[in-house]
């Protein structure tokens, strides 16, 4: 059966960008940028994103239009062909990733979900300049096992429904047109932020690069966040990639994807970190951080809780695009290895990672596990550092050395046909061969 394919290159444009952009820009970015020292990292971000995450979008495309087929296809392909077995590993190592993923994404999903529901008044009013109220009001909303238990499922079925339904295509067209307006409201919110008295030291803070605050650990906070923020290395993109045409051009293509994620992160850190200044809380409150900002920012807008349905409602169909992104490959490589229908699949994906999920979820101070730690971190935080600093850049170590060294002929048959050949697949061929493997080493040994 000949495998559906994007209508047009503008769509496939998009529906990467929908994956790309989403929570890891709105919430995680300006937190991990907050507590890393602000200007520096953002530099060093947006360094390793244009670098690193080009090679490996160009590269995990390829791979998946090469194979016309998701991430343990490639391996799988690749050993009929006469590469090692072991290799199957990355792809059965992907999906162990988006597992893992799933389970804290939905969490903050739920976040969304929750402030959603009290921008329309439900639970109290949300809308007030005090920090510390807001900051008291987070804590116990995450703490409650209940609501956030709650809201966690509603978000996970969400996303299961999006992607039993079939209904995907009409949330891709759906937030084709809520992007924009997504981008819009930042720009008010960022207009009104950095208006406020006070707000120039968050700026400052923000885009001034002091360089005695670089360390390892910022490394590899940057190539995760990096990683994360543009949903490489756990072979969403490659499954992207086998729904490409063979003339679409995949360098030009991936500079959009990552010009609009990139865009969107360095536009959240400029909508949240100046009024972070502006009403004193700490830029290192952590994962809550855009949740207890926002709100203060919209108590001092007019008809402020307009604002805040519009955003936490953007921000929820944000989310939701790049959530069903995941799970869709875990039930596509559910149905193509195990012949389930599509409805077992993903049912059944959920059900286990509600196990895990709930778990995050109930981690949180004031949570039933709230205080038990592995390895020094809660549940959330765990999940969300294994993933980001672990899984996901040994992952894409892997894949460039496979992709360098192993499939090469394959990537440069695949990029030579829609792109240019000569420089810029010498240019990736030395990139993937050498410099990507021994710059992720390198930040990997760093942050230890
Ligand atoms: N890139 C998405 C975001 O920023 C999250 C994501 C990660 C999606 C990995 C798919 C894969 O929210």
């Known amino acids: 059966m000949a495998r559906s394919q994007w209508g047009s290159r503008f769509g496939f444009i998009l529906a990467a960008a929908g994956s790309a952009v989403g929570l890891g ?5 300006p937190y991990v940028t907050a507590t890393n020292g602000g200007g520096v990292f953002l530099f060093i971000y947006l360094a390793i994103s244009l670098t690193l995450g080009l090679v490996l979008m160009v590269t995990e495309w390829a791979l998946g239009r090469a194979a016309q087929s998701g ?3 490639v391996f799988k392909r690749a050993t009929k062909n006469g590469a090692s077995p072991a290799w199957a590993l990355i792809g059965y190592g992907t999906i162990l990733t ?3 993923i799933l389970s804290f994404y939905c969490v903050v999903g739920g976040w969304t979900v929750a402030y959603f529901l009290k921008s329309l008044g439900a639970g109290g009013p949300l809308l007030t300049p005090d920090a510390e109220v807001l900051k008291a009001q987070f804590d116990a909303f995450v703490g409650n096992p209940l609501w956030s238990s709650l809201s966690f499922v509603t978000f996970a079925a969400l996303t299961t429904w999006i992607v039993v339904g079939g209904v995907s295509k009409g949330i891709e067209t759906l937030s084709k047109y809520l992007m ?3 981008f819009l409201l930042m720009l008010v919110l960022i207009v009104r932020g950095l208006t406020l008295p006070g707000a120039t030291d968050g700026l400052l803070y923000y885009l001034r690069p002091d360089l005695s605050k670089i360390t390892g650990k910022m490394l590899v906070d940057a190539m995760g966040l990096s990683l994360f923020s543009l949903s490489l290395g756990m072979g969403i993109m490659v499954t992207y990639g086998s729904y490409i045409t063979s003339e679409t051009k995949l360098v030009r293509s991936s500079l959009w994807v990552i010009f609009l994620a990139v865009t969107t992160c360095f536009l959240a850190g400029l909508m949240v970190l100046p009024p972070v200044f502006a009403f004193g809380f700490s830029p290192t409150t952590g994962p809550g951080l855009t949740m207890v900002t926002m709100p203060a920012v919209f108590a001092h807008l007019p008809a402020g809780s307009m ?7 953007l921000l929820l169909v944000a989310a939701l695009t790049s959530s069903v992104s995941i799970l869709e490959v875990i039930v596509s490589f559910l149905i193509d290895e195990f012949g389930w229908s599509r409805s077992k699949s993903a049912w059944l994906t959920v059900a286990a990672f509600c196990v895990t999920g709930l778990g995050a979820c109930l981690s949180q101070d004031g949570g039933w596990l709230g205080g038990a730690t592995v390895f020094g971190k809660n549940l959330f935080n765990l999940y969300d550092y294994t993933t980001s600093n672990l899984l996901m850049p040994l992952g894409e170590l892997a894949l460039a050395i496979f992709a360098g060294w192993v499939a090469w002929p394959l990537i440069e048959t695949q990029v030579g046909a829609s792109d240019s050949r000569s420089v810029l697949m010498r240019a990736m061929r030395v990139f993937l061969r050498f410099v990507l493997p ?11």
């Not at 820009?25 to 970015?29: G, L, Q």
């Open 25 to 29: 820009a709105v919430w995680k970015f």
């Open 71 to 73: 991430p343990v296809g």
């Open 98 to 100: 988006c597992f893992l």
């Open 180 to 182: 924009p307006v997504l």
């Open 307 to 313: 604002f805040a349905m519009a955003f936490f409602f």
């Open 438 to 448: 021994v710059l992720i080493v390198i930040v990997m040994i760093s942050g230890l």
